[in-house]
């Protein structure tokens, strides 16, 4: 690996499913890796046969000579992930961070399973003698596929300032990055952002319906459906206003958009319902770390 950031790691992926796959994706484009071995059951994906940076191995005892891994990404469901990890432990090691990207598993639960750190405070010391493992619990979201994901981290004390940096700069590759100190944070972390592409991604279902119910052709409804919620995100994206100036900028006195903010914010709105979904996820995440 180069001193500066993540060009030229190599990384070993574990799941190169939905999310280890849109990472994976991105870390490409953006040629952050210069060699990646991918553990993955179903196979590599069609994008990635072939390409020669990436190798398909059976497992973490089967990588090609001489790979050592700057990062492991555990991609894995959360509920094979306690299963999945014992054969990693061998990988523990000074120079390997231990990037997470799964939903409620926290950084004890991987500690307990890679090896748990021997001391208590200097994390660089910790790492320097290759006590415990060096680990990152991220919770990241699919539209890192496209460079535009959300990430919020948190690390454990052996993490060292460069393997820190090293995540950093590979989940910035994919997206905006947040680091946070207090780890119950990923909860709602992952209930906001993590689950919250598909809160947007139901909207636009229900909106295609509902211009269909008032009239429109099924595949006209999904295209504005779609087209408008891809172009409101670019908008809260590219503009520094924040969200309820841009909704306001949209409704005319007395005009149409009034109507429809008028039934969707009626008594608490749709607000009571967010709360729910929200502490709906966070109570799940937390349920998967038992
Ligand atoms: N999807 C999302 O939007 C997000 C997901 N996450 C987290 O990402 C993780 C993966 O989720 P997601 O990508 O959705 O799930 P997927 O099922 O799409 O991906 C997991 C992949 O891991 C593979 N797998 C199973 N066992 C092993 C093993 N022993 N070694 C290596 N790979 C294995 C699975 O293969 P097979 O199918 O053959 O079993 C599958 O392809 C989860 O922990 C989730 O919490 C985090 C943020 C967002
Ligand atoms: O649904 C899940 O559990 C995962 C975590 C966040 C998004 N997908």
């Known amino acids: 690996m180069t001193q500066s950031g993540a060009q030229g790691c190599t990384l070993l992926l574990a799941g190169c499913g939905k999310m280890g796959g849109a990472m994976l994706d991105g870390w490409l484009k953006a040629?952050?890796?210069?060699?990646?071995?991918?553990?993955?059951?179903?196979?590599?994906?069609?994008s990635l046969r072939g390409n020669p940076a990436v190798v398909l191995v059976s497992g973490p005892d089967a990588l090609p000579a001489g790979f050592a891994p700057d990062v492991v990404v555990l991609a894995v469901k959360p509920q094979v992930m306690d299963t999945v990890?014992?054969?990693y432990r061998a990988l523990v090691r000074p120079g390997t961070v231990f990037l997470s990207v799964a939903a409620g598993k926290t950084i004890a639960s991987f500690e307990s399973a890679l090896g748990e750190s021997a001391l208590g405070e200097s994390a660089l010391g910790k790492s320097a003698l290759g006590e415990g493992?060096?680990?990152?619990?991220?919770?990241?979201?699919?539209?890192?596929?496209?460079?535009?994901?959300?990430?919020?981290?948190?690390?454990?004390?052996?993490?060292?300032?460069?393997?820190?940096?090293?995540?950093?700069?590979?989940?910035r590759a994919v997206g905006d990055v947040a680091w946070v100190e207090d780890?119950?944070?990923?909860?709602?972390v992952t209930a906001v952002s993590g689950?919250?592409?598909?809160?947007v991604f139901l909207m636009v279902e229900a909106m295609a319906k509902a211009g269909e119910a008032a009239g429109l052709p099924a595949e006209l409804a999904m295209r504005l459906a779609r087209a408008t919620v891809a172009g409101a995100g670019e908008l809260l994206h590219q503009s520094p206003t924040d969200a309820a100036d841009l909704r306001k900028a949209v409704t005319s006195?007395?005009?149409?958009?009034?109507?429809?903010?008028?039934?969707?914010?009626?008594?608490?709105?749709?607000?009571?319902?967010?709360?729910?979904?929200?502490?709906?996820?966070?109570?799940?995440?937390?349920?998967?770390?038992?």
């Open 183 to 188: 780890e119950s944070l990923l909860d709602p």
């Open 85 to 87: 990890l014992p054969a």
């Open 133 to 171: 493992a060096a680990i990152v619990r991220s919770m990241p979201n699919t539209p890192a596929a496209i460079g535009r994901g959300m990430t919020v981290a948190v690390g454990n004390p052996v993490v060292t300032e460069a393997q820190k940096a090293l995540c950093d700069s590979l989940l």
């Open 253 to 290: 006195p007395n005009g149409t958009t009034q109507a429809a903010l008028d039934v969707l914010m009626a008594g608490d709105g749709i607000q009571p319902l967010l709360d729910r979904a929200v502490a709906a996820a966070a109570r799940r995440s937390r349920e998967l770390a038992k």
């Open 195 to 199: 689950s919250g592409p598909a809160y």
């Open 31 to 46: 040629g952050i890796a210069s060699s990646v071995a991918v553990v993955e059951p179903s196979g590599l994906p069609e």
